[in-house]
């Protein structure tokens, strides 16, 4: 690390580099976190988490006892001087007491994209309801026919206020927070939607994956789908991988907006791999608004086919948005290239998927690692070569959800043993030493020592 | 030489594992454990080896295996931190096999086993998590799981020994208030309750002494001692304190105090019987009252705890005087003849009362007497009633009747009436009707006592099913079964010794027409009881057919043609036996002689299998608890199988520290405790061998 820095300050390493190695190497020692953690405000399992896109600081966890906990994972609650832990409490619950509150299991929660005043939950009472942070009231309540599985709102969106809602019935809704009426119905899944997420790279694309087993791709602009994802249109090669590190930080820190995103990929793409892109300007015109073009996807043949061999729980796109990952409940996780619409064929070795209803995946900042919740663990996967890096154990219940905090390098898991369990990578020495004036108070507890009596 | 080392150890270690949690005990074997211990001491290998070996044997479908497995996961648990970091990465695994939470992994099979090792393994959790759970968070989450989520009820020793403790302190404390409390009141008033007691005191030694100058003027009697007779005892009382023999009295004195001193009373004169009365109400008095003060007294001072422990002192020293005076003074007036016993008495009784009593006494009694005379003749004769009203009335009634109490009749001599229908009582097999034997009220049909929607039409609740129905219903079909009848053998000699033993009907192909024979195959003229025993035996009961003597069964088996024949037959074996007795009685002698000594061998080399089948059982069945714990687990290896050796014994060697010279002088106790035990059960065991024939 001294070596890294020496080099950073004279210039031989890049300045980006020697951060996106530590942050890199603390990822790679995620584990069960020694000082910090979570007090569970909920009575039943934890279903989904996420964390705020603007601070990265409140973590929003919904239960299947219908509450809605805020957590801030930054300042503790109080310490336990006993075992040396910060504790962190929830700030408020919201619960089936507040007026319109859900009565049923909250299964989706969703920051509202822009500030943290607002954020959105899901619930099995057919409810979508959009609460307002500081008065812990329901702002806003959407009315859907079946119970709603998966919300999900783009974080990049400047023109459109759409909460997309896959719920039992086929169709996709999209509900506007603006107007408070449900704008679009997006009907293409012969089944329940479990999963949705919203193009990290176009405000107009949106993801879906159903218990049809199906991922669909849809552009909120035209009528229905124009892509669905086959497992068996395969490519070997990855192709977002061309961009080093630095230049995808690059990438990532560059103002984002769809045009400008997909302007700028579009060449690289091409440039570099052209071979295994087989009709990049068509792929292109896709992305591109403006071009009007009959959607392959609408055939017959390929409208019937699936990307997983059971329902799909999971969509996750990386942090590029290059690529799109998929865990259906086959225990499979798949990796999609989007541009292409092909499983790239990583072979994810030994999940095991076995939920009823949508999980979450999460994916390390720099696309390095895949989080993927695996009965009572949760395994992490180097995302190129689907090796299994570690497993993370410390559910006594299934894991249900998974966000993870970037800045910290810190994961939060939430589990039907109705934990949230923090990882995070070991302390750094110079804070352990801080921490050891304390310690010479505590007498009752053992030292975790050997201790041979005999 | 570390490769072989490292593969021996841990095939040791196996070993022991293996052996230490297949015992059926509800705890490990010390010695092995010890060893264990030691070996997993030695290297970090070890401990990895220990660690799988005891999480497989933790997975074996067997709660008494695992339960075992959890004291040793314990035993190392807490003392190894490797063993610590190994296990707690599977702390999920662990507490599904162990605590069983889930439904679809239940614990296995021995229930109580099952029971007892959740309740352990709860209770290390428990233990861990206090003592652990700061450094391993899985330990916590794994706990804070079973205590919050799945709300297990943990022991939570902790909690409930400080709670024990608090409890015990408040209690004490309250008690030390109140005893202080109390010691400030006596503090006060001691003075004034203590001149109290003083004057009773100096009133009791007056009242003795008084009646001891009068005891030493009064005359003397020369009534024997031993007589227990009340008069006797009357007279002689006056004087008994002169006589050498007086702790005799005094014994007798006790036996009968209140008739004394009701004599005494009476018997006194008047100044000596107000002493005596004096004497009483101060004896009661102290007894009573004093005593028990000074009793309390003494139990504050010495719990009482206070500053100022000299003035404590000095009361308590007053009081314990203060008591001895009390005790003395009381003995005193017992050597008197003033007994606790009394006090209830001398109240009550006059003079007349006494006469009344005793002349009423045995007069209530006989009179009591006569009433349970009477009682029981009645009862009685009301039960011979009954029988008899019921038998007219009903003629399954008296049956049953005879047929409940045909069991009990073994058990007393009936006479009368009932014993003769009992004797006319069928004999039935026992079966669910005779709930209802001749019971004549009606029955419910419909009321099974559940409630039940009928499908097939109306439902009627109130349907009765007339008595004389039931009884219809209860009437009983049965078979002629013939009286067995037992198929006598031949027993006509044979040549090479022995009797015939075909059983044919009534002739034998071999021997002719089958006679009635004695104990040697001689035939039995037996012409003149034939005749006379031939009518009767064909009704006699079963039960006596075991009884009959060859005669009967001669007749029971035939009939007057077959008796003609036999008689011919014995007319000719009459010459016959005369003639060949003498010789055949000598070859039976020789013969039963023969057979005794054949016996006596073969009870002797019974015997001897015993004795050897004891003695291998014995040795192969203690030897191991012998001395398995001297030779400690070594020498129990080379018993068990054939493992390896050495290496064990020399890590015990190298380092015997106190402790473990402690520990092994302690093993050796209890071992030779066990060979004295079974010592003991050998010799019992060979005694009872002596006794029984065959004993295996």
Same mark, same amino acid.
């Given at each position: ?220 602009? =035209? ?14 090669? =990855? ?64 409208? =019937? ?150 | ?18 052996? %230490?949690?297949?015992?059926? %005990? ?25 660690? /799988? ?49 889930? &439904? ?6 021995? +229930? ?24 391993? $968070? ?31 302190? !408040? ?15 006596? @503090? ?18 007056? @009242? ?12 003397? &009697? ?14 002689? /009382? ?16 006790? !036996? ?110 006989? %009179? ?23 038998? +007219? ?99 006509? +000699? ?28 001689? +035939? ?22 075991? &009884?009959?003597?060859?005669? &009967? ?36 002698? $020789? ?67 106190? $402790? ?37």
């Amino acid at each position: 690390m001294w070596r890294g820095l020496r080099g950073r300050e004279v210039g031989a390493t890049r300045p980006r580099s020697l951060a996106t190695h530590v942050r890199a190497d603390r990822v790679r020692q995620i584990n069960l976190s020694g000082h910090k953690e979570i007090v569970s405000a909920h009575n039943s399992g934890i279903n989904s988490l996420q964390i705020d896109c603007t601070e990265a600081r409140y973590l929003l966890a919904g239960a299947a006892d219908g509450s809605v906990g805020v957590y801030d994972t930054q300042q503790p609650t109080f310490m336990d001087s006993a075992i040396k832990v910060a504790k962190h409490e929830a700030l408020f619950t919201v619960d089936k007491s507040v007026p319109q509150g859900h009565i049923y299991s909250v299964t989706c929660v969703q920051w509202y994209p822009v500030d943290t005043g607002l954020f959105v939950t899901g619930s099995f009472d057919k409810k979508i309801n959009l609460w307002d942070t500081n008065t812990h009231q329901v702002e806003l309540q959407f009315e859907m026919p079946e119970k709603v599985h998966a919300i999900a709102m783009s974080s990049i969106a400047a023109t459109h206020m759409l909460v997309a809602a896959g719920t039992e019935d086929v169709r996709i809704r999209l509900c506007d927070l603006a107007s408070g009426a449900c704008t679009h119905t997006l009907s293409g899944h012969r089944d329940g939607v479990w999963a949705l997420q919203w193009s990290a790279t176009s405000e107009w694309v949106l993801y879906s994956g159903g218990c049809d087993g199906a991922i669909r791709f849809w552009d909120i602009r =035209r009528a229905g789908c124009f892509q669905v994802l086959d497992q068996n249109r395969s490519q070997i090669e =990855r192709r977002s991988n061309v961009t080093s590190s630095t230049q995808r930080q690059e990438l990532a820190s560059a103002p984002v907006g769809s045009s400008s995103t997909s302007e700028m990929q579009r060449p690289v793409a091409k440039r570099t791999k052209p071979s295994t892109v087989s009709k990049p300007s068509k792929i292109a015109k896709i992305k591109d608004p403006g071009v009007r073009r009959s959607h392959p996807g609408m055939t017959l043949a390929n409208d =019937r086919s699936t990307a997983h061999h059971g329902s799909v729980t999971a969509l996750q796109t990386s942090d590029d948005g290059l690529n799109l990952f998929s865990a259906g409940t086959d225990s499979r996780v798949r990796l999609w290239d989007i541009e292409s619409g092909r499983n790239t064929l990583v072979n994810y070795e030994a999940t095991k998927i076995r939920t009823h209803q949508g999980t979450q995946l999460a994916v390390s900042m720099d696309s390095s690692l895949l989080f993927v919740p695996s009965a009572h663990s949760l395994q992490t996967y180097d995302v190129w070569s689907g090796r299994m890096h570690s497993k993370l154990v410390g559910h006594y219940g299934n894991v249900n959800c998974c966000a993870f905090l970037a800045e910290d390098q810190e994961l939060y898991t939430g589990s039907s043993d109705r934990q949230i369990l923090v990882w995070s990578p070991p302390k750094s020495v110079t804070v352990e030493d801080q921490e050891e004036v304390p310690k010479a108070g505590v007498a009752a507890v053992c030292e975790d020592e050997d201790a041979w009596s005999d | 030489m570390e490769v072989g080392e490292v593969s021996r150890d841990r095939r040791k270690l196996t070993y022991l594992i293996e052996d %230490a949690t297949v015992s059926p %005990a509800k705890s490990l074997d010390i010695g092995l454990l010890q060893s264990i211990k030691a070996l997993v001491r030695s290297s970090d290998a070890n401990v990895r080896t220990a660690f /799988d070996t005891l999480f497989d044997k933790l997975q074996r479908q067997h709660s008494q295996v695992r339960f075992l497995a959890v004291l040793l996961i314990d035993e190392l648990f807490t003392r190894s931190k490797l063993f610590r970091s190994l296990l707690v990465p599977k702390f999920e695994m662990f507490m599904l096999l162990t605590i069983g939470y889930r &439904d679809d992994f239940p614990l296995p099979k021995p +229930p109580d086993r099952a029971t007892l090792l959740r309740t352990t393994s709860m209770e290390l959790v428990e233990k861990w998590n206090d003592t652990f759970g700061v450094h391993y $968070k899985q330990v916590r989450l794994g706990y804070e799981y079973l205590k919050k989520t799945l709300r297990l009820q943990f022991p939570n020793l902790r909690a409930a020994t400080a709670l024990a403790e608090q409890q015990r302190q !408040e209690k004490e404390a309250r008690t030390q208030a109140l005893i202080l409390k109390k010691y400030e009141s006596l @503090c006060q008033n001691f003075s004034e309750l203590r001149t109290e007691i003083h004057t009773t005191l100096d009133e009791i030694a007056e @009242c003795c002494k008084i009646l001891e100058l009068e005891s030493a003027s009064a005359l003397e &009697d020369n009534e024997p001692v031993l007589e227990a007779d009340l008069e006797s005892l009357v007279f002689g /009382d006056d004087e008994y304190e002169e006589y050498g023999d007086s702790s005799l009295r005094r014994e007798l004195h006790k !036996e009968v105090p209140e008739q004394v001193a009701v004599t005494e009373k009476l018997k006194e004169t008047t100044d000596n019987s107000a002493l005596f009365e004096t004497l009483r109400d101060l004896y009661k008095l102290v007894e009573s009252n004093h005593l028990r003060t000074t009793q309390e007294w003494l139990s504050i001072l010495t719990r009482v705890d206070v500053s100022d422990t000299r003035s404590r002192d000095a009361v308590l020293k007053e009081v314990i005087d203060l008591r001895t005076q009390l005790l003395g003074s009381l003995v005193k007036c017992e050597s008197l003849g003033i007994d606790r016993t009394e006090k209830a008495s001398t109240s009550r009784f006059t003079v007349g009362e006494v006469d009344d009593d005793i002349i009423w006494e045995p007069g209530d009694a006989e %009179a009591d007497k006569d009433l349970g005379e009477i009682a029981s003749t009645s009862y009685a004769f009301n039960m011979e009633k009954e029988s008899n009203n019921s038998l +007219p009335s009903d003629k399954e009634l008296h049956s049953s009747s005879a047929v409940t109490q045909s069991e009990a009749k073994k058990e007393r001599a009936e006479t009368g009436p009932r014993a003769e229908l009992l004797e006319k009582a069928p004999i039935l097999p026992y079966g669910s009707f005779l709930d209802s034997w001749g019971a004549t009220s009606d029955v419910p049909a419909n009321q099974r006592g559940l409630e039940m929607d009928n499908h097939w039409g109306r439902f009627d609740s109130e349907a009765m099913i007339p008595g004389d129905k039931i009884a219809e219903m209860n009437v009983r079909s049965s078979f002629y079964k013939p009286p067995e009848r037992e198929i006598v053998p031949c027993r006509a +000699p044979l040549k090479k010794g022995g009797l015939c033993p075909r059983r044919d009907l009534f002739r034998c192909p071999l021997h002719g027409p089958i006679i009635p024979r004695d104990d040697n195959g001689n +035939p039995i003229r037996t012409l003149e009881i034939d005749t006379s025993a031939a009518k009767p035996a064909d009704k006699a009961p079963m039960e006596e057919f075991s &009884d009959i003597n060859k005669e &009967d069964f001669l007749s029971a088996s035939s009939s007057s043609k077959n008796a003609s024949s036999s008689i011919t037959v014995a007319d000719l074996a009459k010459e016959a036996i005369a003639n060949v007795r003498e010789r055949d009685e000598a070859e039976a002698r $020789k013969r039963r002689d023969e057979k005794v000594k054949a016996k006596r061998t073969q009870s002797k080399r019974d015997r001897e299998h015993n004795d050897a089948v004891l003695r291998a059982s014995a040795l192969s069945g203690t030897c191991q608890e012998l001395f398995g714990e001297e030779f400690d687990d070594v020498a129990k290896m080379r018993i068990g199988k054939k493992r390896a050796r050495g290496g064990l014994t020399a890590l015990l060697k190298k380092n015997p520290t106190v $402790k473990e010279r402690i520990a092994q002088r302690l093993l050796n106790g209890r071992a030779r405790e066990n060979a004295m035990n079974e010592l003991a059960r050998v010799e019992e065991a060979r005694h009872r061998d002596a006794a029984a024939n065959q004993w295996n």
